[in-house]
């Protein structure tokens, strides 16, 4: 049952003065109610198995850099730092759409729905720098070998990551602040699985929700494709520099170091921009949701399968670690 605070709504808050409204303190997400019933024990089985994959799978990454010497490099560090990030996103995002799955009480509170919002920014940007980050990685590696480990001293990359983190937590605070500065009075319905910054501002009133709108938009479109930019321009060096390697095999060898990368690039913003840039038409509730997965669920999972299968380096020691611990004699 919805439980409101009866509010008189200032004149800067509401269009119209004196007008009775009710501040809303929580929200229902909608999320995959509007699935047939049938459905949902298959979609709570597929989704489940893909998050406890993602979480394995990151973490594999992350043992087998730390307990493999030759993998103590700024690029594995990085991939380390990236993998908790996706660990993080995933436990923000999934286990409450999990959940909602199985229950029909849907409610979410406005302090859970804040800290949902917040969350998601920050690990969302995080991963956004951080891929930043390894771009730039790879482009010191290729085009500066010989600076490499000046330009990437283990201290030089701590700040690195360090700056990633901070950055994404800046972000999330600043939005968070900004929507839940709002007020929110009259329909209470979250037409998402999570506390989505779009479909929440969607329940705000007053005169100043289109100009927080406008605000967050372009903070995120700005932040996102600034990162991607630096991608871009980071691959348009590394290509030119390994169209000057005489030998086919060594312009084979050094594009290999970057494919992983690459390739979770292209998933990673390749997905968001299917979802938020997909022209506005008759879309079903339903395949919105759907489609909205690929991005929440989706992308964290199939970001352990690239960099485990597409870097050698990794493969061979996922490879060394799985031998040492079920084959002691071949070890």
Not at 41 to 49: D, K, Q, S
Not at 114 to 119: K, L, R
Not at 248 to 270: D, P, Q, W
Request: overall charge positive.
């Amino acid at each position: 049952m919805l439980v409101t605070i009866p509010l008189l709504i200032s004149p800067d808050a509401a269009p119209m003065a004196g007008q009775n409204y009710s501040m809303v303190t929580e929200f229902i997400l909608v999320g995959f109610s509007n699935f047939p019933r049938h459905l949902l024990p298959t979609f709570f089985l597929l989704y489940l198995l893909m998050y406890l994959f993602t979480l394995l799978g990151n973490l594999l990454i992350m043992a087998t850099v730390w307990s493999e010497r030759s993998l103590h490099t700024p690029m594995y560090l990085f991939l380390c730092a990236l993998s908790t990030s996706e660990i993080l996103f995933t436990v923000a995002v999934t286990p409450r759409m999990l959940v909602d799955m199985l229950f029909t009480h849907r409610i979410i509170t406005w302090t859970a729905c804040a800290s949902q919002m917040f969350f998601s920014f920050t690990f969302g940007f995080t991963h956004s720098f951080l891929l930043m980050i390894m771009g730039y990685d790879r482009y010191v590696a290729i085009c500066h070998p010989l600076r490499y480990h000046v330009l990437m001293s283990p201290r030089g990359c701590a700040r690195l990551v360090s700056l990633s983190w901070a950055g994404g937590s800046v972000m999330g605070m600043m939005l968070t602040l900004i929507v839940f500065h709002l007020t929110f009075c009259g329909s209470n319905v979250i037409h998402h699985f999570v506390c989505h910054v779009l479909s929440l501002l969607k329940l705000a009133c007053g005169k100043e929700t289109s100009s927080v709108t406008l605000a967050v938009i372009l903070v995120c479109v700005s932040a996102l494709m600034g990162c991607l930019f630096l991608i871009v321009l980071s691959y348009v060096f590394i290509v030119a520099a390994i169209l000057r390697i005489p030998s086919a095999e060594g312009r084979h060898k050094t594009f290999s170091t970057c494919v992983s990368h690459l390739t979770v690039v292209i998933v990673h913003y390749g997905f968001a921009s299917i979802i938020y840039l997909k022209p506005k038409g008759p879309h079903s509730m339903d395949s919105n949701t759907l489609m909205a997965t690929t991005y929440t669920v989706f992308t964290p999972f199939l970001s352990p399968i690239i960099f485990s299968l597409r870097n050698k380096e990794l493969k061979n020691a996922l490879k060394k670690s799985f031998q040492r611990k079920f084959s002691p004699l071949s070890s």
